[in-house]
Nanobody
């Protein structure tokens, strides 16, 4: 049974940093691309970043390039999202995502609020 558990969210001031973690179980983590999405109130869920199975390929939406870094530790079955220079518009619930066998799996999400 696939499980994705996010942590690390919180309240941070503009310009601050947070590191999100997503710990996975129930599948062979090291063989799958992992994704981060986010959803702000009243908006659709949007792709933020992903990372290939070996960590050698990463992709980001333009709005976070240069500020966010996705990484993974296959020995710990964990994917991370380091978020620096946070802006109020980064406020959202952040979700870890796996697509396996054409099925999409989601964690419960972790809330990030950027406010002074």
């Amino acid at each position: 049974q696939v499980q994705l558990v996010e942590s690390g969210g919180g309240l941070v001031q503009p310009g601050g940093s947070l590191r999100l973690s997503c710990t996975a179980s129930g599948f062979t983590f090291s063989t799958y691309t992992m994704n981060w999405y986010r959803q702000a109130p009243g908006t659709e869920r949007e792709f933020v970043a992903n990372i290939g199975s070996y960590g050698d390929r990463t992709n980001y939406i333009d709005s976070v390039k240069g500020r966010f870094t996705i990484s993974r530790d296959n020995a710990k079955n964990t994917v991370y999202l380091q978020m620096n220079s946070l802006k109020p518009e980064d406020t959202a619930k952040y979700y870890c995502n796996l697509i396996r066998w054409e099925r999409s799996y989601w964690g419960q999400g972790t809330q990030v609020t950027v406010s002074s």
